[in-house]
């Protein structure tokens, strides 16, 4: 038994999202990514003296939506407050966030295990929070790009509720589908707009009492997420091992070296002094604007896996493939209810075309192959007009040209050949070349018929139509 056997994790993530409104939380500039710095910024966001917020209606809306997809308790009241430390890229000295009454407590997260079953992972709160400014750091200094402060962000806890690095990759990927399907916020990693930290400790298997928690910054790419709280569990096993002591601290991950580093020591809460935002009244959320709200929701992830299932008998693991993304989940749809054949749409998405996108990096919605080619490529499969085989060298074409089935069989010359004359005039052509194993079919070798088909499937380059085939060479082969 190695070490690490010994132990267990205790994950608990903590992840901020951007809102996807059009201005930010507290002011009108727009909210946009990627302008020239500092050229999306008044009064308020760059914190003047005298400015005073305005709640983004928006925004609280799109924080209600997330909350009642994830089953949470949504606070009819509840309380700004300023989160007060020093940093360049904040110049009002504080960030308006919520503390002792955030909007929404409890719900969870469902996720897929490996084992194909699911389960929920606790939530502990969501609140609102402004996004602060962004700092670059040059040889000559550290430039403040203020375009990011104030756009409306979502913080949601998780409970220590996860204990592999898998569950907590699990538990991201489920929460970013969510956020995506209910067109909160755009899920991005890479971009920013969608932040995680994760919160580790470890602890003999069996005890009681959790560990003292790491917490890990900036992983910012969802390849890096296991890794990163793998190296990490790795790390503090290790040093518990040798004795020592684990301190509370913020880490960074370091993806070119593949390790975490110190970052700083932990502030506590008390570092803060957070107070009730003295410059915004409670926020309220009536349960008329929730009940409307709940009413333009749009069938989550975990409604559309358990419809596919019903509906089009789909295994839980391929059912949650193909729900992993709206316009994913919607192309199947649309391919099965052309084709009429699930099973096969299924395996067609997610066997041949999903590979080929990922490599092409190419999103589903601008697939080579349209929903109307796919099906009718099924439905020949299906009517026996052309075998798997040649379905396999159409598809490859289809993806590579984007034409129609219909327009590749002529092109290629590969339409199936189920004519009898046609057939038994190569058939004919077999059972003269190989007379010697005509003899033994007719002592009784009678699984030699496989051996005839074969040769014809050969001389007609996988063309001849199966069924057809077989019926032939039998007849042909007990008239010799
Ligand atoms: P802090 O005050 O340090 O921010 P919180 O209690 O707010 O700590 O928890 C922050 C995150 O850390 C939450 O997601 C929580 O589930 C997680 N967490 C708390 N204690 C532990 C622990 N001992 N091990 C791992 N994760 C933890
Ligand atoms: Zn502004
Ligand atoms: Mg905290």
Not at 93 to 116: A, M, N, R, W
Not at 161 to 184: C, H, K, P, S, W
Not at 295 to 321: I, M, N, T, W
Request: negative net charge.
């Amino acid at each position: 038994m190695s070490a690490r056997d010994k132990y267990e994790a205790v994950i608990g993530l903590e992840v901020h999202a951007q809102l996807l409104t059009s201005s930010k939380m507290f002011c009108s500039c727009p909210n946009v990514f990627g302008a020239e710095p500092n050229t999306k910024i008044c009064p308020v966001c760059t914190g003047q003296p005298g400015a005073l917020p305005v709640v983004n209606r928006h925004a609280i809306e799109l924080g209600v939506r997330v909350g009642l997809a994830l089953n949470s308790t949504i606070h009819p009241v509840s309380i700004f407050a300023r989160k007060n430390y020093f940093y360049p890229d904040l110049p009002k000295g504080y960030q308006i966030s919520q503390y002792e009454q955030p909007f929404c407590t409890g719900g969870e997260v469902p996720i897929q295990l490996k084992d194909g079953t699911q389960r929920g992972v606790k939530l502990t709160r969501i609140h609102f929070e402004e996004d602060v400014g962004k700092s670059t750091h040059h040889g000559h200094g550290t430039r403040v790009d203020l375009n990011r402060a104030c756009v409306p962000l979502i913080e949601m806890v998780s409970e220590p509720d996860m204990r592999t690095a898998f569950e907590a990759g699990q538990y991201l990927r489920a929460l970013r589908n969510i956020l995506r399907y209910t067109q909160v916020c755009d899920g991005n990693l890479e971009e920013g707009n969608f932040r995680c930290d994760a919160n580790i400790s470890v602890r003999l298997k069996g005890a009681q009492e959790f560990g003292t928690k790491v917490e890990l910054k900036n992983i910012n790419s969802f390849r890096y997420v296991e890794k990163a709280i793998d190296y990490e569990i790795d790390r503090q096993v290790e040093m518990i091992e040798l004795g020592e002591v684990i301190q509370q601290q913020t880490r960074g991950w370091n993806a070119a070296k593949g390790t975490t580093e110190l970052m700083r020591l932990k502030e506590g809460a008390a570092d803060y002094r957070y107070f009730p935002e003295p410059d915004l009244a409670p926020l309220e959320i009536t349960t008329d604007w929730q009940n409307e709200i709940r009413k333009q929701l749009p069938e989550l992830p975990q409604q559309k896996s358990e419809r596919f299932q019903e509906s089009y008998g789909l295994s839980p693991y391929d059912a949650s493939v193909l729900t992993a993304a709206q316009e994913l989940a919607q192309y199947f749809e649309t391919v099965t209810n052309l084709s009429q054949n699930a099973k096969a749409s299924a395996n067609w998405v997610m066997n041949e075309l999903l590979g080929r996108l990922n490599a092409a990096s190419v999103e589903i919605d601008q697939s080579p192959v349209s929903t109307e080619h796919l099906a009718d490529l099924i439905r020949r499969i299906d009517s026996n007009e052309i075998s798997g085989k040649i379905a396999k060298t159409v598809f490859e074409a289809m993806f590579a040209t984007a034409k129609a089935p219909e327009t590749i069989l002529n092109e290629k010359g590969l339409r199936q050949i189920s004519d009898a004359k046609q057939l038994e005039k190569v058939i004919q052509k077999v059972i003269e070349a190989n007379t010697s194993q005509v003899v033994e079919y007719k002592n009784g070798k009678t699984k030699l018929l496989g051996f005839f088909v074969g040769q014809v499937m050969k001389e007609t380059k996988g063309q001849a139509n199966p069924g057809v085939l077989n019926e032939l060479v039998k007849k042909l082969l007990d008239s010799q």
